[in-house]
Every structure is written in C-alpha cells, then in structure tokens.
C-alpha cells in the first residue's frame, strides 16, 4: 500500500511538473515576446531587442558583424564600437548603433513602428510563429503590413528568432 501511494505522489508530481512546463510554453508568452522585441526596437533600446533575441541567433549575427565591420572599413562612419564589442549583445548593439548612424531616416522609421499582435501558430511546442501587424510612418505616409515573428523556448523563457532579412545578411557573408 505504501508503494501505491509513493507511486500515485511520484505520477502527481509528474503531472504538475508537466502543467507547469505547459503553461511556462504557453504561446502567449511567444506573443508577448515578440511584442517586448517591437517595443524595444521602437524605443532604439538594442541592449533590450538583444537579450530578447535567440543566443544562437545572436553568436552567428556576431560573427557577421566581425566581418562587417572588416568589409565597411570608413564607408560608413566611426565602425571601432562594431570590431570592440566583446559579447553578441554588444555586437548587435553596436551594429543597430551605426546602421541608424549611417541612416538617420532608419531611427525615425523604426521610431514610428507599431505592433498589433494579431495571433499565432504554434510549429511545435518549442516554436510559435506570432503574426503581427505592423505600422510605420515613412515619408510623412502610414504604412502597415502583416510580418511573421518566430519565437522559440530555449528551455527557460521565449526568446525572438532573427527575421528573414538578418538571416539573409548572415547567409550572404557566410
């Protein structure tokens, strides 16, 4: 008897465990990912956007901004924070530091940015496509679109996974 009653507590913590790890997986927490990510950008605050960002993700965006920084040379500007920046937080920081430098015009859009989570889908348990729509002023004209943001638990918390256009970036200098 009691081993039954051992072995009833052991399945009962196991299935609180599990809930637990449910909820902690929950897509809204994706959502509200995805949502911090916009939020950070739109506020120029790149330390934030950064520790929102998948760590795989940021180590390759690392090495790309290694490379950058070698092929940009003087082009566009003071680029000694990009070859300085000693984790790939720093590296992504300094990266959205001279972009926005070099193109003050990218400042005021990403200023401007919007973001309406409209739902989203979940791929698996690990990853969930949060569908958003965004709004930015450029030109002195609203524009809004839909956009994709994948969100990915990393085992702790949903961290944002680089869109289509960093990844490209990464892919053409690998």
Do not use: C
Not at 71 to 87: R, S, V
Not at 129 to 152: K, P, Q, W
Request: hydrophobic letters at 55%; glycine letters at 8%; aromatic letters at 6%.
């Amino acid at each position: 008897m009691a081993r039954l009653a051992a072995r009833l507590g052991t399945l009962a913590l196991l299935a609180a465990l599990l809930a637990l790890a449910s909820r902690a997986q929950d897509p809204a927490g994706a959502e509200a990912a995805a949502q911090a990510y916009s939020d950070a950008f739109a506020a120029g605050n790149w330390e934030a956007a950064a520790a929102l960002t998948d760590p795989r993700d940021l180590a390759r965006f690392s090495e790309f901004v290694g490379v950058f920084a070698e092929m940009a040379g003087d082009e566009l500007g003071d680029t000694t924070a990009l070859g300085n920046a000693d984790t790939p937080e720093a590296a992504f920081a300094a990266f959205m530091d001279v972009a926005i430098s070099a193109n003050p015009m990218m400042g005021d859009l990403m200023a401007s940015v919007q973001t309406e989570i409209l739902g989203s889908v979940a791929e698996a348990d690990t990853l969930v496509h949060v569908v958003t729509r965004t709004g930015f002023s450029m030109f002195g004209s609203d524009v809004s679109g839909l956009e994709v943001v994948t969100a990915r638990w990393d085992g702790a918390r949903w961290v944002v996974k680089l869109n289509e256009q960093m990844e490209g970036m990464i892919a053409a200098m690998e």
